[in-house]
């Protein structure tokens, strides 16, 4: 009797142990906690994956912009360093790139004065090249505010979704009667995983952003040199009054 009334007793603990392991997931991978997890975890870390995607491809996309404009403006750079006026810079300058169009803008500016050097055009002159370095700094900067975004928001959006997952898995506690840890672990480690994914978009977005950061300043002071140099061609240009000379041959 005793013997029966021991096995009777640990039936009911038996019966809670398979029970509990019926629940438990088979599949504890990434991919398997993914595809357990609940829609708006799923939709976290879906959105959260896309995030990473856009961060690398902004990365490789930019370094490589970043990489041509950057030794096509040094090879412009090169060629006002010589001892030539700003019609020869400008027919050996054709392309919408920076320097090409800030030597182009000054090219512009002078044919609308006339070949006039006075102070007035010096203005003028610097004026024209100040918007068109902010506008190329502008047009070279393009795409990294994302990265900021994504970098900023990231680890907040995983929290949400670890925070959904983790009071989905306390209302599961309740609604199953149980304090199990094995019950209860799979469902916080799905909840986790979209913190875990938070980080992995927002590491590499900051990184990334400050490291493009660090070379799009770099390339705006080549633009601030060339904008320089224009104005030093523009000014022995109109010591040696070749303005008005080119004027008269035209």
Same mark, same amino acid.
């Given at each position: 009797?005793? &013997?029966?009334?021991?096995?009777?007793?640990?039936?009911?603990?038996? @019966?809670? !142990? !398979?029970?509990?392991?019926?629940?438990?997931?088979?599949?504890?991978?990434?991919?398997?906690?993914? *595809?357990?997890?609940?829609?708006?975890?799923? %939709?976290?870390?879906?959105?959260?994956?896309?995030?990473?995607?856009?961060?690398?491809?902004?990365?490789?996309?930019?370094?490589?912009?970043? $990489?041509?404009?950057?030794?096509? !403006?040094?090879?412009?750079?090169?060629?006002?360093?010589?001892?030539?006026?700003?019609?020869?810079?400008?027919?050996?300058? $054709?392309?919408?790139?920076?320097?090409? *169009?800030?030597? *182009?803008?000054?090219?512009?500016?002078?044919?609308?004065?006339?070949?006039?050097?006075? +102070?007035?055009?010096?203005?003028?002159?610097?004026?024209?090249?100040? =918007?068109?370095?902010?506008?190329? %700094?502008? *047009?070279?900067?393009?795409?990294?505010?994302?990265?900021?975004?994504?970098?900023?928001?990231?680890?907040?959006?995983?929290?949400?979704?670890?925070?959904?997952?983790?009071?989905?898995?306390?209302?599961?506690?309740?609604? %199953?009667?149980?304090?199990? &840890?094995?019950?209860?672990?799979?469902?916080?480690?799905?909840?986790?995983?979209?913190?875990?994914?938070?980080?992995?978009?927002?590491?590499?977005?900051?990184?990334?952003?400050?490291?493009?950061? =660090?070379?799009?300043?770099?390339?705006?002071?080549?633009?601030?040199?060339? @904008?320089?140099?224009?104005?030093?061609?523009?000014?022995?240009?109109? +010591?040696?009054?070749?303005? =008005?000379?080119? $004027?008269?041959?035209?």
């Amino acid at each position: 009797m005793a &013997l029966i009334a021991s096995n009777a007793m640990l039936w009911p603990a038996a @019966c809670f !142990a !398979a029970e509990d392991n019926a629940v438990l997931p088979r599949n504890l991978s990434p991919w398997g906690m993914f *595809q357990s997890a609940d829609i708006v975890v799923k %939709a976290v870390m879906i959105g959260l994956a896309f995030a990473s995607l856009a961060t690398w491809t902004i990365w490789l996309a930019k370094t490589i912009e970043i $990489r041509r404009k950057t030794a096509l !403006a040094k090879q412009r750079l090169r060629l006002l360093e010589k001892d030539t006026v700003l019609a020869e810079a400008e027919q050996a300058s $054709r392309g919408d790139d920076a320097v090409a *169009q800030i030597i *182009q803008s000054a090219a512009r500016e002078a044919s609308l004065s006339g070949g006039v050097f006075d +102070d007035g055009f010096k203005e003028r002159t610097a004026l024209r090249l100040e =918007r068109v370095e902010a506008a190329m %700094a502008r *047009q070279i900067a393009r795409g990294t505010g994302v990265l900021a975004t994504i970098g900023a928001t990231a680890p907040f959006v995983g929290l949400f979704g670890t925070v959904w997952g983790i009071m989905n898995s306390f209302i599961g506690i309740s609604e %199953a009667h149980t304090t199990n &840890l094995a019950v209860v672990a799979p469902g916080i480690a799905e909840a986790l995983l979209a913190t875990a994914l938070g980080l992995v978009a927002a590491i590499p977005a900051v990184v990334i952003y400050n490291h493009l950061t =660090r070379s799009i300043a770099a390339h705006r002071a080549l633009l601030g040199d060339a @904008c320089a140099m224009v104005l030093l061609l523009v000014s022995r240009e109109g +010591d040696r009054g070749l303005f =008005r000379l080119a $004027r008269a041959a035209e």
